[in-house]
Each structure stands twice: as C-alpha cells, then as structure tokens.
C-alpha cells in the first residue's frame, strides 16, 4: 500500500489512534462526543497530542471545550444523540414549475438552503438557461439565504413555482458568464490551464460512461469469445518502452463536442458598450456582439427586460430593436431563435454534460496542475479576457462591497461557536471554504507579483526587497532583505524560512486555542522565485514594527519583550506543542519570560485581536544539521557523520519527530518505573505481592498504548492526582478503576497495533534489568535508549521495535519486538494507579522517588510526573539565558541531542524497516517525502537513508525504495540549479529577457535528460526585431550577453553541478556524469525523472513522445514548453468530527462489526462532505473504505458506483498518475470483475499497470499484485498465454521482494500452476505447485490447510499427467485407431477466478453459520484483548479465518 499522501486520513490501513473500547463497553456515540479532541493536526498526524504531556485531568473539560471545540461538556452523551439525528433529518419533496416546462419533483433538504436550488435548476438540462429569477411558494418570493425548515407553509408536495425577474447590469453579466460556461462546459482547457479549479480525468474514457450502465450490457452465451484482451505492446511485462501520449487518453466526447457541435463562433462585449446616458434611461445595460455558426455577424442588448437584437454593427452604433427583436429572458432562447445550428447543437451539448459524472465537473478545493497537456486551441473568450484584465480579484460578484477582507473573514470563522455537532460543522465549513478560497486568490497574487503586474508598496528599492499588497493580501520574495537573516544563512535561511513558519501556522492551527490568532499564509514557488503570502493585522501597515510588537523580539534575541495575556495563550498551547516555559535576557540584562521561541512575535491588531507571526521556530532545532563548538553530540549521530554543515541555521525537527521521540521516552519512563517498583514490591507486605500477581502476563499488554495515548501514566503530582489521557472517554474511568482493573484499562487503549508477539514474561523483566538499572542521570539514559527502540508511526499505533543499531544496520527487529513486551506496561499503570488512588499526598517516599528517578532519567521537565517539553531557542544565536536556570538549559541541551540520535537511530531503522515488510510501500517521491514525514524524517536525510538502505544485509529486497530515493535526491538536486538558473534570467517586475523562457527551460531539460551530448541552447530568432539590428542579433554568442547566461550550460556542467549539490545538500555521492550513466547506473527510467522534475519545478510540457535517446538532436524544442505553473503550500483545515466517525468505523470494521462500522464510515461521509464540499482526498479515502465493506458484505453494484467516485476523485484532486489514483483503478478492477464486466476490468488494470511504468518502473512490489489481478482475469478469459506472461512476471517480483520462502510466492506459483493446467501443460504445472508445496509445508506446517489444499492439487495434477500420458501412448501405439479417452480439459469458473483474486487482494470471505459467527465474535474479541490482531510472519494471511485484519482494512494485502 502506497504511503498516502498529507490529507488522508488513517493512512495506515490500520491505525486508528482513537480509542474505541473492545470490551464495548463505551457506546459508540460516547466515543464521538469526544470528536474534536482528535483534530488531525494539519501535517496528516492525529493531534491526539493535545494532552500527552504532564498532568492532564486539572483543566481538561475546560480545555477541551475551548482548546478544540470539544465542548459537549454539558450534554455528553445524549447532546450527542441529538446532533447526529439533526444532520440525518430527513427530506422531503417538493415541485417545482418553471416557464415553458412541465412541473417536476425535486427532493430537498430541511438544512438546505433556497440558494441550492436555484443552483440545481442552473445544472438541470432543461433549466439551465435561466439565471435571473426567484422561487415564489404561494406568490410569496423566497429569501435566498432562508434555510427551508424556516419556511412557512413549505412542505412535502408544495408546489414552487420559477419567477423571471428583471435583470441589472449585475445579473446580466452573471447570465452572459453562466451562458459561456454552459457552452465550454465539456472543454477541457481550463483543466488543462489550471485555472477555476478545473482539473483532468479519464476514467470514463475505460467506462465508456458510467458503469451502472455498462454492467446492463452483458451478453448471454459465449460473451467471453468476444472480449478484446490484447494489451497494446508497451503495457506487456518486460517492454523498455515508455510513452508518454496514453497518459492522457483522447477523451471522444471532447473530439465530437469541440469541433462539430459549435454553437457560436463568437460572443463577446461589444466595442459600444457602456450604454450612453439616453440609453440607460430606455433600460440599456450592455451590448455583446456575436458571430453565429452560420456567419451572422449580431448585435445584442442586454436589457432589464431581457435580451433583444438591435440595430449596431461594427462600425455604427444603433441602439433600436431591430425586427424582430426576438427580445427573450435568456440568451439560449434568443440565439435559439436566431441560430438553427445553435439550437440543435446547444442541446446535444447539454444532453451530453448532464451525461457525466457530477464529480468529474464540481470543482475541487485547490488547484491541481497537470504536468502535461496537448497543444489546445487558443479560443476568443470575452469573460476570460475581462477576467485577466480588471479588477475582478476573486468572487467579488458574487460578494458585496468588492475585494475582500481576507484576515477578517479567516479569523471571524475561526471565533465561529463549536459547542455542539452543528455548530462545529458550520464552523469547520466556514474555515474550510475560507481557506481555500484564500488560497486560490494568494496563489493569484503570487504570480501576478512575479509577472510583474503588481507595483511594489517600496518601489524605490531593490527588486530582491520589494514588498508587495494586492487584494488584501501582503506578498515578500524569499530573500534576505536588509540582512535580517544574515547570521543564520542569509538567502538559503530566507528561502526555509516561510515553509518553517506555515508548519508553525499549521501547528497553531490544529491546537485552535480560543483568542490566539495565527495569519493566513500560502507560500507559493513560482518561476525560480518564492513567494510568501499572509493576511495583513489591522493597523500593522500604519505603524513600525517596532511599535507594533509587545511579544517577542524583531532582532532574533537582542531585545526581547513579553506580555501577560501572550504568556497566557500560549501557556495552552505549550503542552501539544511540547514547548517549555523558560526564561531569556534581553539587552539590559533583565530576566524576560517566554513561552515560544523569540522570534516568534505578538501584535495586537487594530481589532483587539492576539496575533502571532514568524513562527519558524515553532520546534526545536536540529543538531545533527547545527554544528556547535564545544557541544559533542551523542555517539549514534556521531557515528553517522554528524554533525553536518548545512546551508541555513533554520534546520528543525518536525513535529511528528517530536511526537515519536516523547512516545519513545513515555515508554522508558513506564519501564523504569515499573522495574523499580517491582523491585521494592518484592520484599513487602502481601498486599503489595497481590497487586503484582494482579498483573501477570495473561492480563498484559502486549504492545504499548496507540500513539500519543499515554493512558493512565504515572502522573502524580502532590496537589492534584493527573492522569495521563488523551481526553477519551475512558479518561474518568481510568482514574477511578481499582488497581486491578489497570491492564485492562490499557488493554483497550492499543486498539490496532501491529503484530507484537506475545512475550515470555523472563525475556521482559531480563531486558529490562539490562536496559535500566535505577538510571539517574540524562546522559546515562541515552544508552537505554539504545536497547529499547519503538518506532513510532506518528499516524498510527505504535511499534516497540527494539532495534539496536550496530554499525549502521538494523538487526532483525521482529526478533527485538518481543523483548519489548509486558509486564513492565502493566506494573507502571498499577504505579499511576497506586498514587491516583493515594491522592497525592500520602505516596510513601519510595514511589515518589521510582518516579522522581524515572523522571531524571528520561529527562522530564517535572520531577512528580513524566512531562517532556522542549526549549526552542537553545542554540539560537543571539540568545542569551538567565545563569539561574544553566542546569536546566544543560538538560534541554541532552535532550535535543537525544531527540536527534533518535531520528538516526531509531526512526531511519524504523522507515526501512517498514519498507522491507511492506508496510510502507513508496512509488514516486511525493510519496516517499509522506513515508520520511510520517516518522519525522526531514528530506534533507535522504542521504543517510540512503546509505543506510545500502549497508543493510536485505539491501535486494529494498531496491525499489533506494531507485526512487535516488531518483527524488536527483531531482531535488536538479530543482534547486533550475531555481537559481531561471533567476540568472530575469529580474522580478522588469521582465527582462522573458520571451526567451521556453527556450531556457527546453535547453535545462536537454541538459538533464537528452542524450544530445553538446546541446546548444537556441536563442529565439527575435520576431519583432528590425531588419537592421536582426542582422547583429544573428552573430550573438550563446552567453554573451549578461541575460543569456543560461545559454552556456551544458549537460556535463549540469551534471557536475547535481553531484556536487548532492553532495553539499545530502552529503550523498553520486557517481554519474550525465543522464544515461544515471539511467543504467541505477536503473531509472528518464520519463520518470521528467515526470518528478516538471512536478517539482511546476512545467508543463506538450504530451508527445520524446525521444530522450538521440544522439544527433535534443529532445525537447522551445515549443515543447507549453506553461510554468505555481507549486503552493497551504495549510489544510480537518473536519476533526467527521475524521473521528471515520477512525470509530474503521476501529469497528477492524473488530468485525461490519454493519456498525458500515454505518459509522457513511456517517463519516456525510460529515466530509458537509464540511468539504463533494471533493476532498479524505471523502476519497471514505469512499474506497465504503466500497470494500459495501463488496465484503455482496452489494457488489453498490461497492461498484462508491469505487467508481473514489477513482474519479482521486484522479481530480490528486492527478492522474498519482500511486493512489493507480491503487483506486486496481480495487475498481476487481469490482467491475465481480459485476461481470470483464472487459471493462482488464482495460482499467492494463490502465493502472501503464500508470505505474510510467511513475516508478515495471521493478516494484506494488507490480506483482497488479500483474496476478491481470494474470488472473486473462485466464478467466481463457488468454492463458498472455495469462502467463503477467502471472510469471509476478511470481518473478514477489520472488524478489519478500524472498523465495515467503507465503506470497507460494500463491503466485499456484496461480501458474492453474493457467499450465488449464494449457494442459501438467509437467509444467506440478512443478510450480510442488514449489508452492514446499513453502507451504515449510511455514505453516503439513497440519495445516493450505498444505492440505496444495496436496491434494498435487494429486489432481499428477492424475490429469498420467492420463494425457497414457492418451499419448495409446496414440502412439495405434495410430490413428487409438481409442482415445476424452481428456476434461475446462476453463476455469468465474466464480474460481474471483475466489483467488479476492485472495489477492487481502479479502477473504468464510462461509459461516450462525453458531460461527457467534464463536468467531467472540474470538475476536478475546484477541482483541490480547491485543493479537495482527500478523506475525509465520502466519499465513489467507487462510486464517480469524484475521478480519486481512479481510477488511483499506488497502492491506496479503503478506
């Protein structure tokens, strides 16, 4: 399964961090009152961090009401009940009557408003046209922004009737535009331009329409002769050739609709208008002048009554009705009147738009950009012309009062009520669609700046420092302006610095402290320039900053200042953040509190509102990245090399780092604890001898708590008893269980943690006593770090993974697992137990000093309870401490260094780890960057990873991941040259030399790419140059002026260049010197590296086949550059309640509840698409998890029509390409198989593989699981020869990458054995499946089924080989009088074909019965409770009928 990218949610398939109580003893709407506390956190984690450290009960309810809208404090779980049922209210229908159409019924909504069907009736076919009216009920005209439960006398059967009102110029122009998209609305240019949010897909193109359909066209009889299986020839196993014109397949409706159905030549504003004063007064709002397809040239009026013709030509003004006027309400009625051509072709268009899916023309949140497109017809359009060139910035007519004011409306949405599920929703909305809308219009304002259509604010300065303001929107370049960033790295830092602070945006966002206000930011990098976009605080621009700033420091630490309420708001936040309170000193030597970082600065907005800024030290640096004299850091980095020089002093660890690191030591610190207690409960009074019974083995835990859901910790502190929670439903709970109930307590917490074997209860408490005698001090604990090792998938549950690093490898640490086990977990919930049920006060000395050791030894900031909190302006030059508080900067100082031994030693181990077995499967680099962000990798480690996958022993098995590590590092390294290349060319606002930039960046990509070994840029022959100065143009050298110094590079230099930045970024050799060394060297595939550098750099390129290889001509000419589009990075909002529905449901699919986890998901849905509109990657996610439950539980066509919405989704938000998209093609396969649509399912698995090769290479485990899907399909069809070459491919693949003895392979020889005995080929045959037999009896044993199943086969096939046999020696021997036995030689059943590919996919059905099921619930649960619901390696995924974990999570497949 594909690393998913930042947006989905519950990547993992299983990871749900939220807690959902096995035993059921929490009823399931219990858990959503608690919804917003799981807002994810905006860098694709959950945000369960909110309370992880320190003591948590004192101010929970309170928190959680304010902190994220958790609320729900007074109603609990009735109010809860209630919101749900609100949403689900159900509709009612009414009729609608419109002029010239029959009456028809329309369902509705209570919550909807009147605006939304004015909306359908703009969509529908036969009321399309109309723009202007109102809905009348009764003659009384409806409010637009009314919502219908609010109207009077509205109700099932009312009758609303369609009312033309009279235009103004407003309305006129919002007709003509709705018109002119009417008529583009199956044009796919804008898709193609990026703009509108429009954006490409082609599933259709494979469907042939919609698939509910196509399943009707099933033949009886022989329909299986008649399917086309053939494969074009580059799809086929082992074809080196890569095409680029498939990607984007000729869509025949844009053929047909463009070309032969035109409706109008032209229509356009007309030169006239406005109308003069006379004709205003006789109603005149607008001319547009027009060309039909017949070759009438008209004139138009646009009047408060309608549309008329009138008298106008080109050249003289007549403003009279000419006759007949054909005055009509609608345009369409008026042309259709003019124009035949025009009536009959308006109306097979909108037959045809009505036709396609809803989701493949609703526009989506954010702008996707497509790396390629076709030469597109440059067509006359008024409105896009009027849109580039006035005034319009956004939605302004669709808003009063003209630009908007961005700061307000983001900030008023965030002050939005959130007591309950409703207002939550509203509000979340309200965030959501601001956003995205801010986002687009900054990403407007970027380029606009960079085109150098928008004049500086600081004109007389230096283009590198101009500032800029447009729409509300303040806009700076990322240069170091004034030398601000002089001592942290000048331009490199200026260049890190708006991505640091948009995580920092991002952070603040997602902890939503009521009354902190954070600015809306969007960075976006366009034509080699960095952009950084931000709301603007009321009254900042009227008064230095100086003045402004009452938090902070603006001189990086000089002078600091601090402020009451700031210290107040961000005191909330410091906890999820792990940010420490501490103190600097400021220039007159004053001790100053803070509790961020002092850049990080406060200003009170003219509107009373608390806002910070700067927040790229949101988290605490990174030492390996941050050479400090005199500071050694620990041995493990050492060993790696670092510290490192890097290129700025803003290097800084995520926070998903941060997340892990504090998991990681929460762990130690129960250990130790625990090992402690044990020790002085051995020798006392019985009492405490019981309690340690209370917690043997058989209770235990086997792994640790999900992520960030330290349960019932041992907090204590005197004054208050705390319990360590995430603010889940068992929090109360857990406070007041006896002792005993203690591992229980945490049994329910681990929901869906990986496959942790159970432990013997000696290896426990050995290891322990080995990993921590009564460790004291910071240092020491370092080593214990060493020995216990989680890794910890910030999305999902957490590991203990305990792999010790020796000379740079990761030793097995499936074998290391089992070391990290029990007993100690459960005596340490027994401590948090003990003290809570003490009440703090009267703990006996010893166990306050179990913890207070545990505490010194992990490095807490507290010394009664665990509470790990970091000092971000350690090492931050300019810094200055109080002397008072040295011991505690020295322990931030260990504990930073820590936080970085354990990205080397730990997290790097954990990510290869997890891509050996599969857990992580990268494809491209946008989702290898996901896989390193998950575990809290920056990317500038790439390097280490490398090298770190190149010293492991199983370095064949992780082939696929180095080739796309290095591919991404080249491609990096290549972004960064373009950037400073494409500057060399122009300067920001003066344009210079732009026309020549498609030959520029044609000759880069000739340099990168193309064999040509002396590509020579070509100087575009100036088209508007005079004869004269055309002859001097002529002789110019290739770099002789100062402009064209881009011309001069060449491949080698290019090169050259990359392997030094990989070197100086990623302290990484490569050993290439141009791009075919690279391609044969480590296998890559230049359309991939084409496909990664136009992503990364934002080029389009024309889609046609290059051919990189010539050795006599550059691939690429100017034309080939088609546009350079913007690459944005914004923050995304989460709908936190609906995230949560969805984590309860998958938690419940996991237990195998189906029905209720079914409905939890579609609960999920609605709530998605209540906040986000219909399209967003994580109603993408919903959708695909729907369509499984909906194929496991037999509603096949429903899991078809959800299936199909996830590919169409996931094509528009995510591109065409994206591994996702792939995966989402492979699931619709199977559904479309199991529907019977056979062909329609080899032409979407032939769609996925051509994909696939095109992303990352034919080399790729995700490969093998395609190639059986198509394997087996074909031999459904009986195509066995083509059959076999996918089916061997895959065999060849899985043989690769999970090695000869893996259960995998097994299957897939099996699978080849069925297609040679379907050929009658049984020597072949036995050979495979006595392959698959031996595995078999290896793992699993001779006992168990699968061997059973492999057997017999056996003996079927050796049967079947020695009757041919006997066949062909009666032939031989008779001749032709032989009498011959007929041989059964059958094609396989569907209902086979689909058994295996269900296999294959992870989905394993069991016939059951009732007396079954009921044992089997039970099962479930019993495991549960042992924590057992995942795999261990020797289990075999497919036959177990007990792993619902293989049967239903999102994307697992078999292992």
């Known amino acids: 399964m594909v690393s998913k990218t930042d947006d989905i949610p519950a990547s993992v398939p299983n990871c749900n961090v939220n807690t959902v109580d096995l035993a059921g003893e929490t009823p399931d709407r219990k858990e959503t009152t608690k919804a917003p506390h799981k807002d994810p956190c905006a860098c694709g984690h959950s945000a369960d961090t909110a309370v992880m450290n320190g003591g948590g009960a004192h101010d929970h309810s309170e928190e959680e009401s304010k902190q994220d809208g958790g609320g729900d404090t007074d109603g609990g779980e009735d109010s809860n009940e209630q919101e749900v049922i609100v949403i689900q209210d159900t509709g009612f229908t009414v009729k609608i009557q419109a002029p010239g159409t029959e009456p028809f019924d329309l369902q509705v909504s209570p919550q909807e408003m009147v605006q939304e069907i004015h909306q359908v009736l703009m969509d529908r076919e036969d009321t399309c046209h109309r723009t202007c009216f109102s809905l009348q009920l009764d003659g009384n005209v409806l409010d637009n922004f009314a919502e219908l439960k609010s109207i009077e006398g509205l109700q099932e059967g009312s009758l609303l009737k369609v009312v033309e009102e009279p235009y103004t110029v ?89 070309m032969p159905m035109q409706c109008l030549k032209v229509l356009t504003m007309s030169g006239w208008n406005p109308p003069p004063g006379n004709r205003k007064m006789h109603g005149d709002l607008m001319y547009l002048y027009m060309v039909t397809v017949e070759e009438r040239h008209i004139s138009i009026t646009a009047s408060t009554r309608g549309f008329y013709l009138n008298q106008s030509t080109t050249y003289t003004f007549n403003p009279k009705p000419a006759n007949p006027s054909f005055l009509s309400h609608s345009l369409v009625e008026l042309l259709s009147q003019i124009s035949p051509a025009f009536k009959k072709n308006f109306t097979a268009l909108q037959k045809k ?348 835990v086997p792994a640790l708590p999900s992520t960030e859901t330290p349960d019932a910790s041992a907090e204590s502190s005197e004054t208050s008893t705390e319990t360590l929670t995430d603010g889940n439903s068992d929090a109360a709970q857990t406070e007041t269980t006896s002792t005993s109930d203690a591992p229980q307590a945490a049994a329910t917490e681990a929901t869906t943690t990986e496959a942790a074997p159970k432990a013997e ?30 890794t910890a998938t910030t999305n999902g549950p957490l590991v203990p993974v305990g792999t010790t690093i020796q000379n740079g490898e990761c030793e097995s640490p499936l074998e290391a697992k089992a070391e990290d086990s029990i007993p100690g977990l459960a005596q340490a919930k027994e401590l948090a137990e003990f003290l809570a049920a003490e009440d703090g006060s009267g703990i006996d000395p010893k166990s306050r000093e179990v913890v207070l050791n545990a505490c010194k030894a992990v490095g807490s900031i507290s010394n009664t309870s665990f509470d790990i909190r970091f000092n971000p302006d350690i090492f931050s030059p300019g810094v200055r401490f109080p002397e008072d508080s040295a011991d505690d900067i020295q322990k931030q100082k260990q504990l ?77 390294c290549a972004k960064h040259i373009f950037k400073t290349y494409l500057q060399t060319m122009y300067s920001v606002s003066q344009g210079v030399e732009l026309s020549a930039l498609s030959a520029a960046v044609s000759h880069f990509l000739n ?159 609605n709530l998605f698409n209540n906040v986000y509109g219909a399209m967003h990657v994580e109603i993408c996610a919903c959708l695909r998890l729907l369509a499984r439950l909906n194929y496991i539980m037999g509603d096949h066509h429903e899991a078809l029509s959800n299936q199909q919405k996830a590919v169409l989704m996931s094509e528009r938000v995510l591109g065409i390409e994206h591994p996702n998209t792939i995966q989402e093609y492979m699931h619709l396969a199977l559904y479309c198989f199991a529907n019977g649509q056979l062909s329609t399912a080899l032409k979407l698995l032939y769609r996925a593989r051509y994909l696939m090769l095109m992303v990352c290479g034919e080399d790729h485990p995700e490969m093998a699981l395609l190639d059986s899907n198509i394997g087996l399909v074909l031999h459904g069809v009986m195509e066995y020869d083509l059959s076999l070459r996918f ?140 924590q057992e619901s995942g795999k261990s390696v020797g289990e075999l995924t497919v036959d177990s009928p007990l792993e619902l974990d293989d049967k239903i999570p999102m994307d697992v497949n078999v292992d």
Not at 420 to 449: C, Q, W, Y
Not at 653 to 672: D, N
Not at 1383 to 1393: D, E, N, Q, R
Request: a negative charge; aromatic letters at 8%; charged letters at 25%.
């Open 353 to 700: 738009r009505v036709q396609r899916h809803p989701f493949e023309r609703i526009a989506t949140p954010f702008q996707v950009y497509s790396w390629t497109a076709p030469q597109v017809d440059h067509t006359m359009d008024c409105v896009r012309a009027e849109d580039a060139y006035t005034s319009r910035l956004g939605y302004e007519e669709h808003i009063p009062g003209q630009t908007r004011d961005w700061n307000e409306e983001l900030q008023t949405t965030r002050e939005l009520a959130r007591k309950n599920l409703p207002e939550r929703l509203l509000r979340e909305r309200a965030i959501f669609k601001v956003h995205s809308d801010f986002a687009a219009a900054a990403t407007r304002g970027s380029m606009a700046v960079i085109d150098g259509n928008v004049m500086a604010i600081n004109p007389g300065e230096e283009t590198r420092m101009q500032m800029f303001i447009w729409n509300n929107i303040f806009f700076s370049l990322g240069f170091d302006v004034r030398d601000h960033y002089r001592e942290l790295g000048g331009d490199a830092a200026a260049h890190a610095a708006p991505t640091n602070d948009l995580n920092g945006v991002r952070a603040y966002g997602a902890v939503d402290v009521e009354g902190l206000y954070t600015l809306g930011t969007v960075v976006v990098d366009y034509r080699g320039y960095r952009v950084t976009a931000q709301s603007i605080i009321p009254g900042i621009l009227e008064r230095e900053q100086e003045q402004s700033v009452i938090y902070g420091s603006i001189d990086f630490g000089k002078t600091v200042v601090s402020h009451g309420k700031y210290l107040e708001l961000l005191e909330r936040t410091s906890r999820p953040l792990k940010v420490q309170r501490h103190d600097v000193l400021n220039e007159k030597d004053e001790s100053v509190e803070l509790c961020s970082s002092v850049e990080c600065k406060g200003i009170i907005g003219n509107d009373g509102r608390h806002y910070i800024l700067d927040l790229l030290r949101t988290f605490p640096p990174d030492l390996n990245f941050l050479p400090v004299e005199g500071e050694e850091l620990s041995p493990e980095s050492v060993r790696q090399g670092f510290p490192r020089q890097h290129r700025h002093r803003l290097a800084c660890l995520r926070q998903e780092l941060i997340e892990a690191f504090v998991e990681h030591r929460y762990l130690l610190f129960m250990k130790m604890a625990a090992l402690q207690l044990m020790q002085q409960k051995a020798n006392k009074e019985s009492k405490m001898a019981a309690l340690t019974e209370n917690s043997s083995p058989e209770a235990a």
């Open 896 to 972: 930073l260094k820590d936080a970085a031994a354990f990205l080397v030693s730990c997290q790097i181990p954990s990510l290869v780890k997890d891509c050996l077995d599969h857990s992580a499967l990268p494809m491209d680099g946008a989702t290898l960057s996901e896989a390193l962000h998950q575990r809290g990798i920056n990317v500038r480690y790439l390097g280490n990873v490398l090298e770190f996958v190149d010293k492991t022993p199983a370095k064949a098995q992780l082939e696929h991941f180095y080739r796309i590590g290095i591919s991404e590092l080249i491609t990096r």
């Open 170 to 258: 407003r309305e006129a122009r919002i007709h003509v535009r709705h018109i002119r998209d009417l008529l583009k609305s199956l044009d796919p240019s804008d898709a193609y331009n990026g703009v509108d949010c429009n954006s490409l897909s082609f599933l259709s193109v494979f469907t042939d329409g919609d698939l509910g359909d196509s399943g009707k066209r099933k033949k009886k009889g022989s329909e299986l002769e008649q399917i086309d299986c053939t494969p074009p020839e580059h799809i086929l196993p082992g074809s080196k050739e890569r095409p680029l014109l498939p990607l984007q397949p000729q869509n025949k409706d844009w053929k047909v609709i463009i």
């Open 1007 to 1165: 340099c990168f790419l193309s064999s040509f070994p002396d590509a020579v840029a070509h100087l575009p022959a100036d088209e508007l140059v005079s004869r004269r100065k055309n002859r001097k143009r002529r002789n110019r050298v290739p770099g002789g002026g100062d402009n064209t110094a881009w011309a001069s590079l060449t491949p080698s230099e290019l090169w050259k260049n990359i392997v030094s930045e990989a070197q100086s970024y990623y302290h990484f050799t490569l050993h290439c010197e141009n791009a075919d060394q690279v391609v044969e060297k480590y296998g890559l595939q230049k359309i991939t590296l084409l496909r990664e550098i136009s992503i990364k750099a934002g080029i389009q390129i024309l889609i046609k086949e290059y051919n990189f290889d010539s050795r006599h001509k550059p691939a690429f000419t100017e034309e080939d550059i088609l546009n350079i589009f913007p690459v944005v990075k914004h923050v995304n909002p989460k709908a936190s309640d609906a995230f949560h529905f969805f984590q309860s449901g998958q938690a419940k699919v996991q237990q195998g509840y189906l029905k209720e986890g079914c409905e939890l998901i579609n609960e999920a849905l």
């Open 1287 to 1426: 089916l061997e491919n895959a065999l060849a693949i899985n043989s690769k990458y999970h090695g000869h003895r893996s259960l995998k392979v097994a299957l897939s020889h099996h699978l080849v054995a069925r297609v040679y005995e379907s050929k009658a080929e049984f020597r072949s045959a036995l050979q495979h499946e006595k392959e698959g037999y031996t595995i078999y009896k290896n793992q699993v044993g001779e006992a168990h089924e699968k061997t059973k199943e492999s057997s017999e086969y056996l003996k079927y096939l050796t049967q079947q080989a020695v009757a041919l046999q006997r066949t062909m020696n009666e032939i031989y021997k008779n001749g032709s009088n032989a009498s011959i036995m007929p041989l059964k030689f059958t094609a396989p059943s569907m209902a086979s074909v689909l058994e295996q590919l269900n296999i294959i996919n992870g989905i394993i059905f069991i016939p059951l019965s009732q007396k079954d099921l009921e044992n089997l619930k039970a099962e479930v649960q019993r495991r549960q409770l042992l």
């Open 761 to 790: 209860p000696a290896t426990e408490t050995d290891s322990l006593a080995a990993a921590s005698t009564t460790t004291t001090n910071a240092s020491q604990a370092t080593h214990t770090e060493d020995n216990v090792v989680p």
